[in-house]
């Protein structure tokens, strides 16, 4: 297949980035967007110009990294997928295919189509971990019975990437629904009781602090998930801040 292609190029966070036009051929409808944008830059590469700029770590939904807008869609028109994991035959011979990056204050453009996420790794760093002594010491796992409902709950939250399509795809730029994912995959659990206050807590603060947005209540962070992360978990952080806020006082 032929495609036109209208990337957003951008030298780093402080020049004026814009939306630049190329053409690709004979592309596999096999191929993977990510192989289709390589094969572009392979192109550019032999023509002598600078290859266009995009993440990529794992390539099978995994690391979270592709952060990719493709035609107004977090990681592009397929559901419950990553950007890696979007083939060609998505798509029609012909077609025009916007590429944007991530758009969120919060995330500042690096350069290209690659952001700078480190703002969920301060999130996590404020509370998105439990503190256990590994020291020769550690008990078996069954010892503590959870509830099978509670465990199912923690380890849905547990598969969020932190890939930020919910940031990028909300009208106010909100990171709930990870701040929630990784707040109620520990709360949910007995070993995440003993910080659960400070945790939740420290994560909202810190999430404020990096200037993301409310929650708009609309739900789209819900919809271009692509682990499926329920709105139920923004639910489960509201009510575990409210019991840190009033308890701490
Ligand atoms: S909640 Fe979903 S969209 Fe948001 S970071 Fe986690 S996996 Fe990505
Ligand atoms: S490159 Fe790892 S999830 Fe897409």
């Not at 209208?6 to 020049?15: G, L, P």
């Not at 069954?142 to 923690?154: H, Y």
Request: proline share 3%; aromatic share 6%; with cysteine.
């Amino acid at each position: 297949m032929d495609l036109t292609l209208k990337v957003w190029r951008q030298k780093n966070r402080n020049e004026k980035g814009k939306m630049e036009t190329y053409q690709v051929n004979d592309i596999s409808t096999d191929s993977s967007f990510l192989e289709m944008l390589d094969i572009l830059n392979n192109d550019l590469l032999e023509e002598g110009q600078e290859p266009i700029a995009f993440d990529h770590d794992c390539r099978e939904g995994i690391c979270g990294m592709c952060s990719l807008y493709i035609n107004g869609k977090a990681h592009g028109p397929d559901s419950r997928i990553t950007t890696c994991q979007l083939h060609m035959r998505k798509f029609k011979d012909g077609e025009t295919i916007y590429v944007e990056p991530w758009r969120a204050k919060a995330f500042p453009i690096i350069k290209d189509l690659v952001v700078d996420r480190s703002a969920f790794d301060r999130i996590q760093q404020a509370g998105g971990y439990i503190s256990v002594n590994t020291s020769g010491n550690t008990q078996d796992a069954n010892l503590t019975p959870i509830p099978k409902d509670d465990a199912d709950k923690s380890f849905d939250a547990a598969t969020c990437i932190g890939c930020a399509a919910c940031v990028a795809t909300c009208k106010n730029s909100s990171a709930m629904l990870f701040v929630s994912a990784k707040v109620s995959q520990l709360s949910l659990l007995p070993q995440g009781r003993v910080e659960a206050k400070e945790r939740v807590l420290n994560m909202v603060k810190q999430m404020d602090k990096e200037g993301f947005g409310n929650c708009s209540n609309t739900g789209a962070c819900e919809v271009e998930c692509p682990k499926g992360i329920s709105l139920e978990n923004i639910a489960i952080l509201n009510r575990e801040f409210l019991k840190g806020s009033i308890t701490n006082n």
